[in-house]
């Protein structure tokens, strides 16, 4: 039987956050918006003996141990690209790139406080869903969608999903370059089917480079290690010239006293989700890597 996301939606109330919980799919099946569902079941089986511990957890550390959950997972991008019109909030778990793997570790993060029967697709679809569109809430439209990281974490602090620590541990302003989406508009699917939407993140990308970008040099980065937490969010930032423009993003995991990067590492590298070295001895391997941003997740 071929289920339909707003029919599935339509049988769950979210309660746990304000706002309306929706999702506007217009009629895409629901197997193109979550791929991969008996690794998700395989998952939720894992868990739920673990329900009570995870519940215990701030979500920090939640976060980090679902991030520890999907190292070894194939690096895979361009998964957002599901149709060439209709945006709907969706989830692989054949693979994942940086940002997916950060925000699915996240959003089965924040499903772990809703009660067992609702750990479902739909509701891992919800959490997706509060996170990765503009105000939580997903119109349809590509453009409802947070594309640069700057603008995600700036909405979802804004919204108390998340507290931006980057100038508090050291930031400074410098110019933005946010013009990749632009260059690149062939390898997106939706842009590719449509010129407005070409404009509309061209507009995007203006709007960004009209303001700077706040970063912590790397060159600072060891010194405030002991200040980050693990399940932190780091995004990477990297040089174009004299500009900057967010390039990565993971997870911060702390071992043995050492603060390490998680993070799904694309195919020139290792091409699957890792944990990697410490953060600052990863920052110094890549020359064009300028800094980062950090946000802490809150509950």
Same mark, same amino acid.
């Given at each position: ?20 919980? /929706? #999702?506007?799919?217009? +009629? %895409?099946?629901?197997? =193109?918006? @979550?791929?991969?569902?008996?690794? &998700?079941?395989?998952? $939720? ?44 909030? /969706? #989830?692989?778990?054949? +693979? %994942?790139?940086?940002? =997916?793997? @950060?925000?699915?570790?996240?959003? &089965?993060?924040?499903? $772990? ?187």
């Amino acid at each position: 039987m071929q289920f339909r996301v707003l029919a599935l939606f339509a049988l769950l109330s979210f309660t746990s956050l304000p706002g309306p919980a /929706s #999702v506007h799919a217009e +009629g %895409l099946p629901f197997d =193109t918006v @979550f791929k991969g569902k008996p690794r &998700f079941d395989s998952l $939720v089986a894992q868990l739920k003996p673990k329900a009570a511990q995870l519940r215990g957890l701030p979500i920090g550390e939640r976060l980090a141990w679902f991030g520890r959950v999907f190292v070894g997972t194939p690096y895979k991008s361009y998964t957002l690209e599901i149709d060439d019109r209709v945006e709907a909030p /969706s #989830v692989n778990f054949t +693979g %994942l790139d940086c940002w =997916t793997f @950060f925000e699915t570790a996240l959003a &089965f993060s924040r499903m $772990v406080d809703e009660p067992e029967e609702n750990w479902t697709p739909q509701t891992l679809l919800h959490y997706i869903e509060l996170d990765r569109y503009w105000g939580g809430r997903c119109t349809g439209s590509y453009l409802s969608r947070l594309h640069y990281l700057e603008d995600w974490l700036h909405d979802n602090d804004k919204r108390g999903l998340v507290q931006d620590l980057t100038r508090s541990l050291g930031g400074k302003g410098v110019p933005n370059s946010a013009t990749e989406m632009t260059i690149n508009w062939k390898n997106y699917r939706y842009m590719a089917a449509s010129p407005s939407l070409r404009a509309g993140i061209a507009k995007v990308e203006s709007r960004l480079r009209s303001s700077d970008l706040t970063m912590i040099p790397k060159s600072h980065v060891r010194e405030i290690e002991s200040q980050i937490q693990s399940g932190d969010i780091i995004g990477v930032i990297s040089h174009d010239g004299d500009a900057y423009g967010t390039s990565h993003v993971g997870l911060a995991y702390r071992k043995d006293g050492v603060l390490h990067f998680m993070h799904a590492s694309s195919p020139r590298n290792s091409g699957k989700v890792i944990l990697d070295g410490r953060l600052s001895d990863y920052l110094a391997r890549f020359p064009r890597d300028a800094g980062i941003l950090v946000a802490r997740p809150l509950k």
